[in-house]
């Protein structure tokens, strides 16, 4: 079993900044990519930055300039510093990793994190 769990959201003020981080845990062999994922209230989830474990990264063209998306590859955990931020990004975070959990199988799996809540006050 694969946990993934996110924290830093909060409210802030527009033009401010966050730091959202996401730690996995469990049986592990590799995680490939991890990205983070937002759903804003009314509206389906959508995709804002990927990287994967070699450190290539892939932004949502809506958060690019803004959005930072790193990782700690030791401690299994993803980041995502937003900055100058816009009571739009104002949503839910989803984190995601796709997940080997067997090397004998190499099968990927896709996990996702329960969410943290960004809110941006104008």
């Known amino acids: 079993q694969v946990q993934l769990v996110e924290s830093g959201g909060g409210l802030v003020q527009a033009g401010g900044s966050l730091r959202l981080s996401c730690v996995a845990s469990?049986?592990?062999?590799?995680?490939?990519?991890m990205g983070w994922y937002r759903q804003a209230p009314g509206k389906g989830r959508e995709f804002a930055a990927t990287?994967?474990?070699?450190?290539?990264?892939s932004y949502a063209d809506s958060v690019k300039g803004r959005f930072t998306i790193s990782r700690d590859n030791a401690k299994s955990t993803v980041y995502l510093q937003i900055n100058s931020l816009k009571p739009e990004d104002t949503a839910v975070y989803y984190c995601?990793?796709?997940?080997?959990?067997?090397?004998?199988?190499?099968?990927?799996?896709?996990?996702w994190g329960q969410g943290t809540q960004v809110t941006v006050s104008s």
């Open positions: 995601n990793a796709r997940a080997v959990l067997d090397p004998n199988v190499m099968r990927e799996f896709n996990y």
């Open positions: 990287i994967t474990s070699g450190g290539s990264t």
């Open positions: 469990g049986s592990i062999f590799k995680i490939h990519s």
